[in-house]
């Protein structure tokens, strides 16, 4: 068998199939291995280490809150497999470890080799569940643009979000932290999603409403034009040590402030949070994600601190709170 060399998560909780999948990688010593002990870990480690491919417990893989894990496997084109116990150690059959031609190093070989996912059966939760999306974005007064900054967990708090969104949503842009390119599956993973158009962030891209614009693994900062109908890429160096950065974002909307809603989700660090506070003070409507509902409370928290919050809320809560801020009074008159 050829030496492995990748990056692997590997998901499981402590038990004989962790023991037993330890035991037959150590014969593999070129993996880099990342193990998490419960699915929260394991999307979170995904994001953070980007591995080009991962194991799971085939009991962790059959929860419910899976769906959230696989989605993100879906959106970073990432390759993975179930486990089942070894025999002797649980439920079921599965491959005992052996000193040379290992079964099982062969299938996570093949694993690293193949272009595609595999996994337990069962329905995809990114099958797209809605009907009727116009071509192309309807004309007339653009009321607020929505502007959203992610980080470490924005990816289902996005999906949460975003399937609040109608057809005819507010102009929306996005700058999730995600490994480099990555933004072009997520943005059709999001786009399979809800009901309005997402697009990856590109050059002198139209923003109108129906529109949902992703800056994410771009390694471009992603800036809006001063009237905000449109949006451009520009520089690479990191700011609050990301590219794109939420701040990035944030400080070019400032110009058309008071028509604009701000919005900070989960994620680590605190990379939006003045802007943030700089589009409060100009006139924007500024939301963030609580503590609760947070996987990291740290740029919201960030945020908080400083007083750049209107207010917050919680996850299932946002959706619906952002569509709202969207549709208030810009100069009087109330946004369409």
Do not use: K
Not at 113 to 139: K, L
Not at 267 to 280: F, I, Q, T
Not at 286 to 306: F, H, N
């Amino acid at each position: 068998m050829p030496r492995l060399t990748a990056r692997l998560l590997v998901a499981m909780p402590d038990g004989p199939l962790r023991a037993w999948t330890q035991a037959a990688l150590a014969a593999a010593p070129g993996l880099e291995l990342h193990h998490a002990r419960t699915l929260r870990e394991a999307y979170n480690l995904t994001e953070e280490v980007e591995p080009r491919a991962a194991l799971v417990a085939g009991a962790m893989a059959a929860l419910p809150e899976f769906n959230a894990l696989r989605m993100l496997f879906d959106a970073i084109g990432l390759r993975w497999m179930t486990v089942s116990d070894p025999v002797g150690a649980g439920q079921g059959p599965g491959l005992r470890p052996t000193p040379a031609g290992d079964p099982f190093l062969d299938r996570i070989s093949a694993l690293l080799r193949s272009g595609s996912t595999t996994g337990a059966p069962g329905p995809r939760s990114t099958e797209r569940s809605v009907a009727g999306r116009p071509g192309a974005a309807p004309q007339g007064s653009v009321g607020r643009t929505v502007l959203i900054g992610a980080s470490t967990g924005g990816i289902e708090a996005l999906l949460t979000i975003l399937r609040n969104f109608p057809a005819a949503c507010p102009p929306t842009v996005i700058t999730q932290h995600t490994g480099l390119g990555y933004g072009a599956s997520l943005a059709d993973l999001l786009d399979r999603n809800c009901a309005a158009r997402v697009v990856p962030a590109s050059e002198s891209l139209q923003i109108g409403p129906g529109q949902i614009v992703l800056a994410g693994g771009t390694g471009r900062h992603f800036e809006l034009e001063p009237d905000g109908r449109r949006g451009r890429l520009t520089g690479s160096q990191p700011v609050c040590g990301h590219c794109p950065s939420v701040d990035v974002m944030f400080r070019s909307a400032l110009p058309i402030a008071q028509r604009a809603v701000g919005v900070l989700l989960t994620g680590m660090g605190d990379d939006g949070a003045a802007a943030l506070l700089e589009l409060r003070r100009a006139g924007a409507r500024t939301l963030g994600q609580d503590e609760a509902s947070s996987v990291v409370y740290g740029m919201p928290r960030a945020a908080a601190r400083i007083g750049a919050l209107t207010r917050q809320a919680a996850l299932e809560a946002l959706g619906p709170a952002i569509l709202s801020d969207a549709a208030a009074p810009v100069d009087g008159r109330q946004a369409s």
